[in-house]
């Protein structure tokens, strides 16, 4: 049975973290698949009407017409491939719900990085849920209350799936800092329901 918990004791931060979605050798052969064969991209941010490059490769694939934004940057859409429509259906059944998309991001290694957000967009709902799956090196993902600072960290390892869902993006934000301790690569999957108007 898959091992599941919810987190205690942080109101409004409603997650729940499922362990090892999948066998190793399948969760080692999804992070080499998805290392090899998604298109990533070097993307790019406006902040304060500069442009800046992102700490991380990042890609975005999605049932055909569904567009994401954020930061100002449309990212240009794929369509799902082999192995992330594979992974999308096990995400599926284990949340229990659909989705019709998923950003990708590649922390090449410590030095990659996503700065404090919460994905709030208009887009994704008053409250939103987003499946993150963790492939490769563990990473620490730190969230922090959007009020009073509280923060908490989770570890998040290889084939760990942690649900985002309820009020968590009203009330927190999340990120993931640089380390100089890592020097292998994690990738990091978000699917996602994007509400078209």
Known sequence: MLKKYELKDYPNLDITIYENI??????????EACLQNI???????KIFGKTHKIPRLQAW???????YSYSGKVLDQNIWNKE???????????CKCTFNSVLAN?????SDSMGLHADDEKELGLRPLIASLSLGEEREITFKHKHD??????????????????????YWKHEIKKTKKIKKPRINLTFR???TY
Do not use: A, C
Not at 39 to 45: A, H, R, Y
Not at 86 to 92: A, F
Not at 149 to 170: D, E, F
């Open 193 to 195: 329901n994007i509400i």
């Open 39 to 45: 298109n990533w991209v070097e993307g790019e941010i």
């Open 106 to 110: 590649l922390y090449r290694n410590g």
């Open 149 to 170: 600072g509280t923060s908490l960290k989770i570890p998040q390892h290889h084939g760990q799936l942690l649900v985002m869902h309820g009020n968590t993006q009203k």
């Open 61 to 67: 694939y999605s049932d055909d017409g569904i567009s």
């Open 22 to 31: 999948e066998h190793v050798s399948i969760l080692n052969n999804w992070q």
């Open 84 to 94: 992330l429509f594979e992974i999308k259906l096990l995400v599926e059944s284990v």
